[in-house]
Every structure is written in C-alpha cells, then in structure tokens.
C-alpha cells in the first residue's frame, strides 16, 4: 500500500532532518515501486497509481519533516517496471521508494 509503517515514518523522519538542513544544497527525487504479479486493488488502481501514492507518501513525509517544498523535484510511480538490483521481479522487496538526493552544480557539502 501507499502506508508507512512507523519504521518507515522513522527513516522518512530521519531523512528529511538531514536533508532539511541543507536546503540549497540537496534537491530531492522519490520514485515509487511494486513487485510484478501483485493482485490489483481494483479495476481502477492499479500498480500505477499505487506506486505514485506511495512516492507521494513520501513526498509529504519529507514535507511534514522540514524538507522545502522547493528541493522536491520529482515524484513518480514505476509500478513493476523496474525492480531492484540483483532481485527477481517478484520478490517482495521490490514493494519500496527510491529517494534519489542531487547535489546541486556549484555546491560543495560543509565538512562536519
């Protein structure tokens, strides 16, 4: 589903504290993805939309936490289409969002 666990509220937490941080530095992508052969919810959403409710989640996780409305430059859902590195296209790990975190041209992370 488009539902975080609380751990993942807690990695979402976590993140969007590191991130928020650096709000001219980082930019924000969030992809969502499923594994192949799971049973539709209904004739009307399918892995399409569920994939993008759940970058979605994301999304607003990140939002909720401090991230700026602004870093946030991609959401999309990838149904089944693209499944984890070395993982079948069945297995349940493939049920995920891929955040991807760009460095903006021009800048160098502060030395912590």
Sequence with gaps: SAE???????VFSTLAWQVSRYPSD???ELE?????????????????EMTADRANAA????LRHGVAA???????????????????????SNRRVTV?????????LPSS
């Design 4 to 10: 975080f666990t609380d751990y993942g509220k807690w």
């Design 70 to 92: 602004e870093q946030i430059k991609k959401v999309a859902g990838y149904a089944d289409t693209q499944p984890a590195q070395d993982r079948k296209p069945e297995d349940p």
């Design 32 to 48: 969502g993805h499923t594994e192949r052969g799971r049973p539709q919810k209904s004739e009307n959403y399918s892995d399409w």
């Design 100 to 108: 991807l975190l760009k460095i903006r041209a021009g800048n160098r």
């Design 59 to 62: 999304r607003r996780e990140l």
């Design 26 to 28: 980082f930019s924000v």
